[in-house]
């Protein structure tokens, strides 16, 4: 029997929400009527329906999430089994769905309150809404996404569509700035001229699974296959005789570090714990150990002694080795713990695998030579893609303090801030004090702060009492 | 080269093809010894007398039948309207006879007529005196209708209306009698159906004919302030029309603003929209955006009279929109 399925729309669209039914189960199609509304992370659009038929099924709920190429409706006569293609399995349901709690009983419609409102129509009735985007010229920057027509087209100007199909563009690609999302002509200058290239839309996955040291390592730390990104070429419209701003093309590692970012602070709920630590016995303990250093041993530094001291707390305080992704919880057996290393064109977070088990002097030599090479490109996919926390450092920089964006999808991440020569009350007397702050960035739906808190308090007593570190 | 007013430049249009040619006879109210409302025939029935100036009633639909009647006995009549606003009354007699009787006659009979005065508004004559008939008389097969900007055009564009075998709607910018430009000195006759690109731009073409050509100047200044290279196109000509200029111009910039003083609705930037979709539709980026009058008569008072006409800012507002900018 004929199945409507969830279409990949992009190279990076992985599942789309199904917004709204325009079919009911029973409805005659035709081939080619819309049947229903989708969202992906970029486009809202039409799917259609492939085959001429009765509905006979529709097989996802309104807001359900659905990843590609899963049956969403059937076509033609019911004579499928009850429950032998069911796929609900696979499908999340939205919030606000009836799988949540949360309810919202004073709804001025009186519907239902489990049916899921669309947004924009909330509160209004369906016609006044309809006619009020009608009547009212969107502005371009309130309608960034770009749209297609329900024949799955995108909207482009039709000297886009010219230039396209002359220069091999591949629209879906580009991000539309014109109104509704139209794609015009700034948008694909870029290309034309060669300023910026698209890959081949046969590339390969977004993101390839991570050669990970442990199999519950679900997600790599950086990408190895070249993410299409889809980029807006417009500039800032600054028209006020000022110089015009210049169009600087992102390294590659760049444009990955700002989407995992803007990833991260949009989907995951941060909150921050900051704790100031004691450092006058860890940087005695350095000294000496970097005093009695053996022919061709690598100097510990602060760093590798925060890189132990982490490790070891987390082998206690688990709830901050996981990771969050897909909705899922997982919880990592193994300790690594990758170091943030700022390069000229961005962030690499290469990781010292089973930090927990190594010892200072291992340690030491690991980072060393990770962020050596990390420098000089000299990394290899599986050094960096991978890891279970994070440890960024800007003490050497003179920072105070500062609070760490979370590496998805791992819950928590460890921001060092340099050592400072701090009066400190001791007994009743003010005495010169060594202190560093440590700020954690955690995933609240992995972890509480409480938690947090307590981990931190475990790595002071690392780092206090320095020695622990050389035991553990 | 000599530096003249609009109405000096059609003055001295007259002037000249009055000397070259003596079947060239004027008809009009007050355009004699009072030297015409507008004066724009001054002097000249000093200069060629009484029988080629001649005074009319006032009486639209009499003394233009009567000169499309002289036209088709061989005469060259120039027809002043004081205003195109009295032309409805002689609208009968250039719908009806001067646009049809080439075609009744099978070409046996032609009306080299040319019927002239001040078109649109801008000078506060209110509703029954402010018209723009570029889109009104441009739909009938049978008569040419030109609109001059610029003094040179207006003599040039006077000599062409003379010497041209039918009837020629002569659609002069009131507002611009006064404004001055370098026009050549001897005969130069501007061709009919070829507009002028008035400035050349890269980013948008601005697209009008008569007084807002101006306007579109300053517009194209403005926008040039805001680092956009607009172009700015002057039809000239209504029909025959030049399509080839602005499908050339919308080709090089992908977007264009059509500004006119009449009303919206089955006008001349409606048309010109249409050809520029027919015709270059592959290079468009944006709509082409039109900026027309207001759709009420036209105001009195000079605060709505300057609100219900295009306006610079309603042109550079178009022209971003064109533009996909903020202004």
Known sequence: MPQVIMPKMGDGMEEGTLLKWLKAEGDEVSEGDAIAEIETDKVSLEIEATESGKISRLLVGEGDVVPIGQAIAQIGDDDLVDGASEPTAEVISAPGTESESIKYPDRTTGDDPTTPDSPSTEGFPAGVAAQTSETTRPAAAEQPATETTSNGRFRASPLVKRLAAEHGIDLQQVQGSGPGGRIVKDDVMPYVTGARTQAPRQAAPAAAPAPAPAAATPAPQAEATPAIQSQTATGPATYSGRPAPVLRELPRIRRVTGRRMTESKQTVPHFYVTSEIDMAAAAEFRTQINSQLPEGGARVSFNDLVVKAAALALTQHPDLNASFEGGELYDHSNVDINIAVALDGGLIAPFIADADQKSLGAIARASKDLIGRAKNGGLKPEEYQGGTFTISNLGMLDVDEFIAVINPPQAAILAVGAIARVPVVQGDQIVIGQRMKLSVSADHRAVDGAEVARFLQTVRGYLEKPMTLALG | ?327
């Open chain 2, 1 to 327: 080269m000599a530096n003249m007013t609009y109405r000096d430049a059609l003055k001295s249009a007259l002037a000249d093809e009055m000397e070259r040619d003596e079947s060239v006879v004027l008809l009009g109210e007050d355009i004699g010894v009072y030297g015409g409302t507008h004066l724009i025939t001054d002097g000249l029935i000093d200069r060629f007398g009484s029988k080629r100036v001649i005074d009319t009633p006032i009486a639209e639909g009499g003394f233009t039948g009567a000169a499309i009647g002289m036209a088709m006995l061989g005469m060259k009549p120039v027809v002043e309207m004081m205003t195109w606003n009295f032309s409805f009354l002689a609208s009968d007699q250039i719908i009806q006879n001067a646009a049809k009787l080439r075609y009744f006659s099978g070409g046996q009979i032609s009306v080299p007529i040319v019927i002239r005065g001040p078109n649109g508004g801008g000078v506060q004559l209110s509703a029954q005196h402010t018209h723009s008939l570029e889109g009104f008389y441009g739909q009938f097969p049978g008569l040419k209708v030109v609109a001059p900007a610029t003094p040179e055009d207006v003599k040039g564009m006077m000599l062409t209306a003379i010497r041209d075998p039918d009837p020629v709607i002569f659609m002069e910018a009131g507002a611009l009698y006064g404004t001055k430009g370098e026009v050549p000195e001897g005969d130069h006759p501007v061709p009919f159906g070829k507009a002028r690109v008035a400035r050349e731009g890269t980013d948008i073409s601005l697209i009008s004919y008569g007084r807002q050509v101006n306007l579109l100047l300053k517009v194209a200044d403005k926008l040039k302030e805001q680092d956009v290279s607009a172009e700015v196109i002057d039809l000239r000509s209504i029909r025959p029309f030049d399509s080839d200029t602005i499908i050339q111009s919308v080709q090089k910039t992908n977007r264009a603003v059509v500004v006119q003083e009449q009303w919206r609705w089955f006008s001349v930037a409606s048309e010109v929209a249409a050809i520029i979709q027919e015709h270059a539709f592959d290079y468009l980026d944006a709509p082409v955006e039109r900026v027309s009058g207001a759709e009420v008569p036209a105001p009195y008072a000079r605060n709505l009279e300057i609100a219900a006409f295009p306006g610079v800012e309603q042109i550079v507002e178009a022209a971003n929109r064109a533009l996909y900018r903020k202004g």
